[in-house]
């Protein structure tokens, strides 16, 4: 009898331990997964021109604006491990193409020192062509372009202006309107009829009515904080997203853009350059220590950071875009595009969800 019930018991206690160790493994596969997905993952990286300043990205394509090189160039992101350069076009000598943005099968770039507005047909991104060019005026030096539906929108730093064109026509851009803005703009976004812009040299968010683009009008403004110099903006439903170079990430409640509220602030590395939204995540780009941050917008009102990671010694990542769950970085001194992915959470499989898939 004894001999018979020995390896039932044994059975028992065998599927007992392996529960056990099962049990213990899926929760230490939830530790890590929860450990992954606190940040960014370098995923892949490809060189550049001299001096990258801006990224754009549509479907599998990323799209750099090059400031010493002069040059927009189109990389193939299929696959985020392996980024490859398709094909790229010059800007003009001396040009230096400081933004871009991109709406369909057309690129925007605008010249600090060549002082236009450039549309690119890119429906083939192995070889971009020049289609039209308008002049932003005399010592406008426009930054960053953003664009919704035929009207481009420009702020020039050093024109403090923020600027319409329509763009209906890429081949022949023109001037729809202007308005004055703070001192020494830096980043533009636009949202439905709102635009909302940054000013480092006045320490400000302003929101623009631009139902009518030929003539935008002040909304509002509110004050960055004294010294804050905000450098880029994102807009993510009725939240606003700024960097400053005080090393700080703000929100801001534009459900009024007549009437901003400053909602939360969270601190952030060296010198942020460049902010992107995805979702409930808000990635900055820190130039002078080297990182790209991930934070937790999920309550704007508490921004949290999520996790870091570097871009490399003394690259000095100056641009950011995102698509889902991939971010996208240029830096400057490396001349390298980078892309990053978010970790997955293995705390989301559950172990009765493990058991069901092995099933």
Do not use: E
């Not at 369909?104 to 062509?129: D, E, H, I, K, W």
């Not at 929108?153 to 026509?169: A, E, I, K, M, R």
């Not at 990182?291 to 003394?314: E, H, K, M, R, Y």
């Amino acid at each position: 009898m004894a001999d018979f019930l020995l390896p039932a018991i044994l059975s028992r206690l065998n599927a007992r331990w392996l529960a056990s160790g099962l049990a213990a493994l899926a929760l230490l596969l939830a530790s890590a997964g929860a450990a992954l997905a606190q940040g960014p993952v370098l995923a892949g990286s490809v060189n550049t021109d001299a001096t990258p300043g801006s990224v754009a990205v549509s479907g599998t394509t990323a799209y750099v604006v090059n400031i010493d090189g002069n040059t927009l160039q189109c990389f193939d992101v299929s696959n985020p491990a392996s980024p490859t350069l398709l094909g790229s076009v010059s800007t003009g000598a001396n040009s230096a193409p400081y933004g871009v943005a991109v709406s369909g099968t057309t690129a925007y770039v605008v010249n600090f020192y060549g002082r236009t507005l450039q549309c690119f047909n890119v429906s083939n991104p192995s070889a971009p062509v020049l289609l039209g060019s308008v002049g932003t005026g005399t010592n406008t030096n426009p930054y960053r372009v953003a664009v919704s539906g035929t009207t481009a929108y420009v702020v020039n730093y050093s024109g403090n202006t923020l600027q319409t064109f329509n763009v209906s026509n890429p081949a022949s851009p023109t001037l729809l309107g202007g308005v004055s803005t703070g001192n020494n703009l830096r980043g533009v976004a636009v949202s439905g009829t709102t635009a909302y812009v940054v000013n480092s040299g006045s320490n400000t968010l302003q929101s623009y009515n631009v139902s009518n683009p030929a003539s935008p009008t002040l909304l509002g403004s509110v004050s960055t904080g004294s010294n804050s110099y905000p450098v880029s903006v994102a807009v993510s439903g009725t939240t606003a997203y700024v960097v400053n170079a005080s090393n700080t990430l703000q929100s801001y409640n534009v459900s009024n853009p007549a009437s901003p509220t400053l909602l939360g602030s969270v601190s952030t590395g060296s010198n942020p350059a460049g902010v992107a939204v995805s979702g409930t995540t808000a990635y900055v780009v820190n130039t002078d220590d080297n990182t790209l941050q991930a934070f937790n917008v999920s309550n704007p009102a508490s921004p949290t950071l999520l996790g870091s990671v570097s871009t490399g010694a003394n690259s000095n990542p100056y641009g950011v875009a995102v698509s889902g769950t991939t971010a996208y970085v240029v830096n400057q001194t490396s001349n390298t595009l980078q892309t990053f992915i978010s970790a997955p959470t293995l705390s989301s499989v559950s172990p009765r969800a493990g058991r069901r898939a092995r099933a």
